[in-house]
């Protein structure tokens, strides 16, 4: 027995969405940093399937997804054990939180998300109350767990600071309660683009197909869909203002090499966007090979992803419970 204590890691929480296969931008912008914080931080991670109804789902479409992007975590290297991963529906205590928060929210403020702006334009008929009040539920996710960062791709961060506005809200009403989050968005591939037209972050619902690389691309595909990536005229490999096209491909082949800026433009000096096209795409395929081999060997055993799914959920509702507890204490509720 020794009496020195070890450190307590700090918490980590971060959550995806099990809507369509994840994108190289969702892998790039997020799930490769989860990855790499699990050693140094005491993390949490979730699917966001209760923020997926928020537009129109198909249900036995949404139902796979959830066990696809279970497995899909795991594949990219997401240990059950040392990190707490769940599946936000089965933890009550995000939706009972979200309803207290959504009493500390501004409308004004849900109006002004972009997010917010951004789908009920794309979903005219289906502005639903849901929509509006999404971030209140992200609030939830995040705060139940008392994290110290929240790792997203720059596309989250304004949810992230009105989630900490709205713990700064509740604190100064109630008294400390909350850990106030930073969100913490990497320098690279912290908004990969669209192959198509690289002046939109790389979305999974896009409909042109050429647009993303999903994790389930096989090679033939990637290589493809990088050779028909949008770019210029200039056929000068080379980071550059307003070239976003050719600097998408370079940040992409730089987060996934790990080579600089410099290096990459020497390494195709005099060489035009097709070899480079095709690097990156060989690039990409060697990362995403070995993921999608574990995604299918966890793909074959259901009943599996079904304990570690009720694991994580029990792990994360003795958690999660503890913050509602004295959120609903401090708020005047009587507990029984
Ligand atoms: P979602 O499911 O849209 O995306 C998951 C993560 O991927 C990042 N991302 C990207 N990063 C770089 N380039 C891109 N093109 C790109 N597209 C997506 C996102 O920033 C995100 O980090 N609202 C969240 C899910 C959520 C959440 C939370 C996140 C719910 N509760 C609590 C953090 C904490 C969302 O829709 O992410």
Known sequence: MTDIALPKKDRVLSCIQPTGTP?????LGALRNWVA??????CAFALADLHAVTVRQEPAKLRAQIYEMFALL?????S???NLLFVQSQVPAHTQLSWLLSCCTQFGELSRMTQY??????HADNINLGLFSYPTLMAADILLYQPKYVPVGEDQKQHCELTRNIAQRFNSLYGETFVLPEPYVMKTAARVRSLQDPTKKMSKSDENQNAFISLKD???????????AVTDSQAHVAYREGADGINNLMEIYKAVTGKEYDAIEREFDGRGYGDFKTAVGEAVAAELGPIQQRFAEYMKDKAQLEQLMKQGAERAAAVSRRTLGKVMKKMGFVQV
């Open 23 to 27: 994108t190289l931008g969702n892998y």
């Open 37 to 42: 914080m699990q050693d140094e931080f005491d």
């Open 74 to 78: 795991m594949a990219v290297g997401l």
């Open 80 to 82: 059950p054990e040392r």
């Open 117 to 122: 702006k951004e789908k009920a334009a794309k």
């Open 218 to 228: 096989d090679k033939d595909t990637i290589l493809r869909k990088f050779r028909r």
